[in-house]
């Protein structure tokens, strides 16, 4: 399975922007890059995704790399609610077994916001 | 939209007390997964369900065993609890398309003593 790697914790001043990076150096041309987040006391919720090009909605953009080795979650102005732990996956889709269709979340990354 | 439904979802259990989580979900998903949450952590996988009939072992299998009962259920069974298990156990259910988005029920916060 192709790993993600993301920063432990971050913080952001409210209503400035905050840029979530996550590393995905073994990603697979057939990996859509999602991302969740899980605020307190729920379960975690979809964000966004994306293949090769940026994509944008209502809750955030994704920028991806040209190499797609990385990407990042953009939140354009941080409010309080956004305080949460933001995860980075990988899902293929071409995948080759049973085995493909795991969704496999690592730790992510706390983000803290600053009244 | 009910989406992904948990029950229950607090429940506290003795050592060697057994018992079933059910997850039910009401958008024709053929994918779904269980996923346990201990403090402070990210998600395990402990099993998962591609589509009705094929269940599959994720990261923490053991202690657990799970049956998907139709395309809607997907249960959790602990035959044997132990305080290792106390855990905020999710629920998940996806479309097989790699495209398309997860959806999470609450969670059920178990305590076994």
């Known amino acids: 399975d192709a790993k993600t790697t993301q920063p432990n914790s971050m913080e952001s001043n409210e209503e400035e922007p905050v840029h979530l990076p996550c590393n995905h150096s073994?990603?697979?041309?057939?990996?859509?890059i999602h991302w969740y987040r899980q605020l307190p006391s729920q379960g975690p919720e979809y964000v966004i995704h994306?293949?090769?090009s940026n994509v944008n909605n209502r809750m955030a953009s994704l920028a991806i790399a040209e190499d797609r080795k990385s990407s990042t979650l953009i939140l354009h102005r941080a409010t309080l609610r956004d305080a949460a732990v933001y995860y980075c996956?990988?899902?293929?889709?071409?995948?080759?077994?049973?085995?493909?269709?795991?969704?496999?979340f690592g730790k992510g990354t706390k983000l803290s916001v600053i009244p | 939209n009910a989406g992904v439904t948990q029950t229950p979802k607090f429940q506290v259990l003795k050592t060697g007390q057994s018992m079933t989580l059910q997850c039910a979900q009401d958008?024709?998903?053929?994918?779904m997964y269980w996923y346990r949450q201990d403090p402070g952590m990210g998600l395990r996988l402990i099993y998962y369900?591609?589509?009705?009939?094929?269940?599959d072992k994720g990261e923490v299998p053991n202690g657990y065993n799970v049956s998907r009962l139709n395309k809607r259920e997907f249960s959790l069974r602990l035959e044997s609890a132990a305080p290792s298990q106390t855990s905020v156990y999710f629920c998940?259910?996806?479309?097989?398309?790699?495209?398309?988005?997860?959806?999470f029920g609450q969670g059920t916060r178990l305590t076994v003593v």
């Open positions: 998940a259910s996806s479309h097989l398309r790699a495209n398309t988005e997860a959806f």
């Open positions: 073994t990603i697979s041309g057939t990996d859509y």
């Open positions: 994306g293949l090769t």
């Open positions: 996956i990988l899902r293929d889709s071409a995948p080759s077994g049973a085995g493909s269709y795991q969704l496999t």
């Open positions: 958008m024709n998903h053929n994918s």
């Open positions: 369900s591609a589509s009705e009939g094929t269940t």
